[in-house]
């Protein structure tokens, strides 16, 4: 990520991240040692849950058995290098461990946490457990009838809150 904001000359970046995306935005906030203006994380993972590692299971079966893999390629150009790197990986047995939770105190800037209530691959618990490992209040918004993607289940609620969330990190 450094090098991306470096060649974009972004300097004090509103990170905004879905899931992985928005581990990798959390990490990067405290560990990169460069400046962030604030994070928006959307259904975000800080720790490994059964109910992540199910769906994963699924979703990988669903991906060798259906057309899923023809519909993705057409959004990646090594789509099995994406989807198995993706699937296996968190597949893994010594996955399981995974945890990034001992890098939230690092992270000193206002967030904005997004979660579906009904996502199916996450729980409420990562926010819980983000809420309580940062030396700062967060804002949380919690959504009904929302899965893992709420920026397209509800997308209306979300661009409000990030535009609002935003408004209020500007100098």
Known sequence: MPGLLDRLGVERPLLIG?????????????????P???LVLMAPHVFVEPICLESIA?????????DLRQR???YHAHVDDAFLGW???????????WS??????AVTRPMLLIQG?????????QLDRIEAGVKRP??????ADCGHSPQRDQETAVLDAIVAFAERLAP
Do not use: C, M, N, Q
């Open 58 to 66: 699924r979703i990988r079966h669903t991906y060798l058995d259906t």
């Open 36 to 38: 962030v203006h604030g």
């Open 100 to 105: 990034i939770e001992d890098l939230l105190p």
């Open 117 to 125: 209530r009904d996502d199916e691959y996450g729980t409420l618990a």
């Open 72 to 74: 993705l390629a057409k």
């Open 87 to 97: 699937a296996d990986t968190w597949l893994l047995p010594e996955f399981l461990s």
């Open 138 to 143: 967060v804002l949380r918004l919690e959504l």
């Open 18 to 34: 879905h899931s992985d995306g928005a581990s990798i935005a959390l990490i990067h906030a405290a560990a990169s040692g460069r």
